[in-house]
DNA sequence: TCAAAAGTGTTGACATTACACCCATGT
DNA sequence: ACATGGGTGTAATGTCAACACTTTTGA
């Protein structure tokens, strides 16, 4: 299957280990032809370069199958990015040259972040040079892709201030406390526990089971549950009041 | 300059009269080259190809100025479309084939959406073809167009709910029941007339000046403008509470 | 003098914030 | 027994929704 040479995607992928927020991000090295020296080594998002005949929509899930394993999870598109100079370092365009020595000099990438459970990727298995990253610490990043995941995070935050879309990152039962320190982890504030509850509890959509938290050392949580199914049913699309 | 064939933007252009909100629409015809029969007629959004080495949002900036002849207006990026097949209705493909011979058939376009106060543009001087449509009340549309304006439009409503933009629609004077027409036009909802006024002279940074509408044929209102300077100052980027 | 939109305040319901103590479990 | 996070209520404040009459102008 022949690439596209001036079209690219990008995956920002989002992961919760129920402390803080995390990013999916794979190892770049580069080393001389001839002489094998390292030349450089730093960090990229997941991304490739759409196929001849391929939906955008789906260049993204193939990518995200390809590097985490996963299908069918979260993927949103958030944003374009066609700067002629995107590739713009040294050490980017020396890359390109030996790696897509087809590729042309302008390529514009579509940005798409998924939301996944970290706990879901095994990530020193498949893939040794796939890691996560806290998103408060990111490494150092090859191309334009800290900008990209500026712009995924404040899309997400956005998102997320918007829709309940929290859940795509816990595990199927949560406590109250985790869906919190995710929500604080994700827009960055703090709440207060009781009247995050009381705003939580009242929602019909997040339902509690007659479970408890086990193997904690100290007063078991209630585990809850997100209901996609009752959110659809009883959402009203209000939007707010002109700033 | 040579376009690049699989990359094209379009522009929704928004436009608010005072009374609805409009969009601009180009006319689209189609003649068979050897009787001139008209094959179709329909209208399209203004769009073009991305040239070689043109950043994608100077290319929206070209395709506006191309159609409108209006620069440094306020334009934003909101989605790209790229299903391999988005043009698949026969008029649309035959359109191409006349039109872009050069062109393949899998084309991604990214979509910007842009402010315009309609008196700024008077399309039946420059181009007859090009004319507002109230965006309630659209023509028959080319391509996936009627998809990239829904999508724009949904966008739009989110923006408009979270940041001041509503200015970019209307004159830098306006009126409390003019701004207010233009949430209500935009966002789809009635508001309560004193409740909108109480909430935006709450707000520093409308300013009001020491002038009234004229040449009404009933109480003249206070005229206000928006000060982007103060908005820029006082915001303070908050985030809703978890939906 | 009439028509048309401008301008103006109060009240009740609801949502948000701030805040402190006891509980259940594992070690 | 102690450390750890779970669970709970109330009062003050702020925000939102509903509602009707008078004013100013041009025609």
Chains 1, 2 share one sequence.
Not at 51 to 76: Q, Y
Not at 98 to 116: A, H, K
Not at 209 to 215: A, H, I, P, R, V
Request: proline share 5%; net charge neutral.
């Amino acid at each position: 299957m022949k690439i596209i040479p001036n079209l690219s995607v990008d995956c920002v992928v989002f992961g919760f280990d129920l402390t803080k927020l995390n990013i999916l991000l794979t190892k770049r090295e580069l080393r001389d032809p001839e002489t094998d020296a390292l030349l450089f080594t730093d960090y990229t998002l997941q991304g490739h370069h759409v196929l001849e005949n391929e939906d955008l929509d789906n260049a993204a899930n193939r990518v995200l199958k390809e590097k985490t394993g996963l299908d069918s999870i979260f993927l949103e598109q958030f944003h374009t990015f066609g700067d002629t100079d995107r590739i713009k370092n040294p050490k980017d365009m020396l890359w390109v040259k030996n790696i897509y020595p087809t590729v042309t000099n302008q390529v514009i990438t579509v940005g798409y972040y998924s939301l996944v459970n970290s706990a879901k990727i095994h990530p020193d298995k498949k893939h040794e040079d796939t890691m996560w990253f806290p998103a408060e610490n990111l490494p150092e990043l090859g191309f334009d892709h800290a900008e990209i995941i500026d712009k995924a995070l404040s899309c997400l935050r956005i998102k997320l201030s918007r829709e309940p879309i929290g859940f795509e990152l816990l595990p199927e039962k949560f406590t109250l406390s985790q869906l919190q320190i995710l929500y604080e982890a994700v827009l960055g504030r703090k709440y207060d526990r009781r009247n995050f509850r009381k705003k939580i509890t009242q929602l019909k959509y997040i339902i509690p089971l007659d479970e408890k938290q086990t193997g904690v050392a100290h007063k078991p949580a209630q585990v809850f549950i997100f209901s996609k199914d009752v959110y659809e049913r009883t959402k009203k699309d209000k939007l707010g009041f002109p700033i």
